[in-house]
């Protein structure tokens, strides 16, 4: 049986083998759309070539490294 991560009660993954077909776009609505439900979200991308989360989110002046909550 896995250990899985601790506090975290389910896991989701979007992913493609190409680039360029709006997995961010999914991932950054489907935690929107998760959030009205109540539920408390996290997200990781893993995109070095263009985080585009940011810039979905309308998060200006926050270094990669910083973590708060919108």
Known sequence: ???GIAGVSRLL???SGKGGVGKTTVTVNLALAL???GARV???DADVQ???V???LGVR???PSESREL
């Open 13 to 15: 993954a979007v992913s």
């Open 61 to 63: 002046g926050i270094e």
């Open 50 to 52: 263009g985080p585009n």
């Open 54 to 56: 940011p810039l979905l």
């Open 42 to 44: 996290g997200s990781f």
């Open 35 to 37: 959030t009205q439900t």
């Open 1 to 3: 049986m896995s250990q």
